[in-house]
């Protein structure tokens, strides 16, 4: 039987997974740490199993350089779940930095709204009854999320505004400061972290697109947590990186809601993960990519063993960073040189790296005077679509609440499948 061909996964997630990550997963299938078990037959609470939880959350310390003040969790479900959890956890802990006094609804939440997934995260957080303000909702600003306004405008930014000065009069701190690092929908990516707000009110961050995509500074944020389907593994499994002064459990002796424990940061840090069966596959193959980015070896295969970096020991998110850099910099061109692609996101600081989103119409860029048609472009990228998933370049068409066309070109998408795309843009264009 002939080996098939070569695919492309462009998907947003679950994403492409290191073909080296899953060759060893195939491995090992059957014979984990010469057990005589597939590791999904062994116990959570087995030899094996511990030294595999603990391997996988100190190669994630290596990776972001964690400080030694921060916990790192593994909790199932994504970056829903997380929504809720966020909640919960640091109202309680913002409840007893009052002195436990006064009631948890009045503490008011902070959320930067850039793009679907933040202002999800918002929904999530008005439904579960907290004082939600949103600070900043670019599609107000900015009439569609295709930017990022400047930290300036946000209401939280100017200490003598009147949103800072109504805390001060009511002595009421916001809980934490809530966005989105990388919107994978709209392909916004902030290129700063946040620093006007009250220094006080801990940064609250969703990184599960961009994570190990770049080097980060821990120490600007109270959590991170980062869903694993997009940049690490499997669906599943969520990273969550807290500030341990931060953990308090939600609980209705405190005059607050009480908190289900499989949401509890603190039962999650106190249990080592371990609090119940943990989805212990998709944390091993995290752990494998893991390895794989802090392996010098695989890198430079990764960048088809070119001479790229500045030294041999060039691994982690540096290496990541700057394959990424030239990923996205290569087909961002390509896209403004295309007579027929229009780059969704306008702001060019705030274009994503990781998510590509943008249009095809069937009316040139240059033309003057020309009368868009909608269904002509919608069919025009239907069929741009169509054809490239029978050239093995898969999962291009836009989230379905915007439509369109999206490239997602994570850390395991290689130089080479970004010049596949590039090449089938040039090839699809000159059709027309």
Known sequence: MSAPAHK??????????PRPVLERAQSEFLNYQNTGLSLMELSHRSQPYEDLNNKAQLQLRELLKVPDNYKIVFMQGGGHTQF??????????????NGAKGDWRQIPVDYVVTGSWSAKAAEEAKRLGANLRVVCDAKKVLGAYTGIPAESTWSTSDPSGPLRQADAATNQKPAYLYYCDNETVNGVEFPFVPSLHDAEVPIVCDMSSNILSRPVDVSKFGIIYAGAQKNIGPAGVSVVIIREDLLQTSELKDGLQPVALMLDYKTMVKNNSLYNTPPMFAIYISSLVFDWLLDPAAQRVQDGNKALYPHSGFVGVEAA???NERKASKLYKALEESRFCRI????????????IPFRISATPKNAADAVVDKKKDEAMEAAFVAQAEAKGLLQL???????????SIYNAMTEEGVDVLIAYLKEFESQY
Do not use: C, E, T
Not at 87 to 96: G, M
Not at 344 to 355: C, E, L
Not at 397 to 405: K, N, P
């Open 84 to 97: 809720a959890a966020v909640v919960y956890n640091l109202i309680a802990w913002r409840h007893h930095q």
């Open 8 to 17: 492309w996964n462009f998907g947003a997630g679950p994403a492409m997974i």
């Open 397 to 407: 068409a836009g989230h379905r609440s915007v439509g369109g066309i999206r490239a």
């Open 344 to 355: 969704v996101v306008q702001d060019k600081a705030a274009r994503s790296k990781m998510n």
């Open 321 to 323: 960073q700057a394959r």
